[in-house]
């Protein structure tokens, strides 16, 4: 059957604000610079804006972002990277530079790195933790910044999936000064102590793969900091490492957002509240509809802890007899996605780290039972509800 209710689609926010697109596209066409113009300036300085943080700095792609972000830290070949079990993306950014993924498990409610396990695997090879804001809920920043302030290692945001998702931030050394505020909608007295994730560890990483919550045309990222000095060098990095035209004084790579994806995303910030809003909404729809009893039971719906503002890139539930309801769900036209069927540790890519089936329980279950339901910014109530009518549906029969 043809697919009615997809799990992202892309074309109706083009139908929204395609026109807007299409003339700020024009413009750079006409404009005749394609590659660190303008545009890439300007985005780099509303991002940092939005997120209150000082420097930003665009890049190819979020894997980029990522891999720079640890090179700027200081990450060599053969240090260890700590990062969790389940975020099959994150890992090729540290072995692209040759460092090593050193693999924690997850918290079983939020599908986030779980701080209590984190020194253990702390060797004196490590040099970063990379914690990951994992289908738009942020981690737990606090007890992660205790732990890499006490083993001196840096930490890397990956916020691929959370452009404006907020930590109420607890310990007091982390809230320091926001350098500005994207969040017009609550008063400034609510937001105390708020802070946007990318802002609290040393640096923090962003995609624009276009299925984001802020997402280009084609591939684009970007490394955000409060430190000059990994500003400078991130800065190098993504342009042969030169100071000046054909003066390469570190050994860098050519990584760098491009004019035309820059103005697009210059549009589309302007959105990112609302949209990230709606998202909200919709999630707030689901748990309503999913409310009864008997439904929780066996669907189990995404963790909302107080102290954090999630962003709902994805709608993820928990699920027994998952591939059963997947085909069920396509058989009356709705699609899912799995975010990811395979932890880590057991992608045949990463055999080479050594590790073995059961080294990572919660992240191995997880990889058996999650399924993202529709979640797009466009998506109608109406959509929202089939959903789950057609979930429910299926599990009062079985
Ligand atoms: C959590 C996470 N990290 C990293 C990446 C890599 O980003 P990109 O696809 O822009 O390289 C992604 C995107 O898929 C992601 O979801």
């Keep these: 059957m043809k697919t009615m209710i997809p799990v992202f689609n892309i074309k109706r926010q083009n139908k929204e604000i395609g026109e807007k697109l ?37 890049v190819a792609s979020g894997t980029d972002a990522l891999s720079l972000a640890l090179l700027a830290c200081g990450v060599n070949p053969d240090d260890e990277v700590i990062l969790p079990a389940n975020s099959y993306p994150s890992s090729f950014a ?9 693999l924690v498990d997850i918290e079983k409610d939020t599908f986030n790195i779980r701080p209590s396990q984190i020194s253990r695997v702390i060797t004196k090879k490590a040099k970063a933790i990379m914690p990951v804001h994992l289908y738009g809920q942020p981690a737990d920043m606090d007890k992660i910044m205790v732990i890499a302030r006490k083993y001196n290692l840096k930490v890397v945001e990956d916020c ?58 084609g591939d684009g990222g970007m490394v955000v900091t409060n430190n000059p000095d990994i500003y400078e060098k991130l800065k190098l990095l993504r342009m042969y490492g030169e100071k000046g035209r054909y003066n390469s004084i570190l050994v860098g790579r050519n990584s760098r957002l491009d004019e035309l994806q820059a103005a697009i995303l210059l549009v589309k910030l302007k959105y990112l509240d609302k949209w990230d809003e709606r998202r909200r909404e919709i ?76 080294d990572f329980p919660e992240s191995e279950s997880a990889a058996e039972e999650v399924l993202s339901l529709p979640m797009f910014p466009e998506l109608a109530d109406e959509e929202v509800k089939k959903v789950a009518q057609a979930v429910i549906k299926f599990y009062e029969k079985s």
């Design 283 to 358: 999630a707030r729809l689901y748990f309503s509809l999913f409310e009864e009893e008997a439904v929780k039971a066996k669907v189990v719906l995404p963790y909302g802890a107080s102290n954090v503002w999630h962003v709902y890139h994805l709608f993820v539930i928990r699920i027994k007899k998952r591939s059963e309801l997947k085909k069920y769900l396509e058989k009356y036209g709705i699609q899912t996605a799995i975010h990811y069927p395979v932890p880590i540790h057991l992608s045949p890519s990463m055999r080479f780290l050594g590790y073995m089936e059961g």
């Design 22 to 58: 299409k003339k700020e596209i024009e413009k750079v066409v006409e404009g005749g610079l394609y590659i660190l113009g303008p545009n890439v300036g300007e985005f780099e300085k509303g991002f940092a804006r939005y997120l209150g943080v000082k420097y930003a700095v665009g």
């Design 94 to 102: 540290i072995t692209a530079i040759g460092a090593i993924p050193k």
């Design 160 to 217: 691929a999936q959370a452009h404006g998702a907020m930590v109420k931030v607890m310990n007091k050394e982390l809230r320091i000064e926001n350098y500005g505020r994207g969040n017009e909608k609550s008063n400034q007295s609510a937001l105390e102590n708020w802070k946007k994730v990318g802002t609290i560890g040393d640096v923090g990483c962003f995609s624009f793969y276009p299925t984001k919550n802020l997402g280009a045309f």
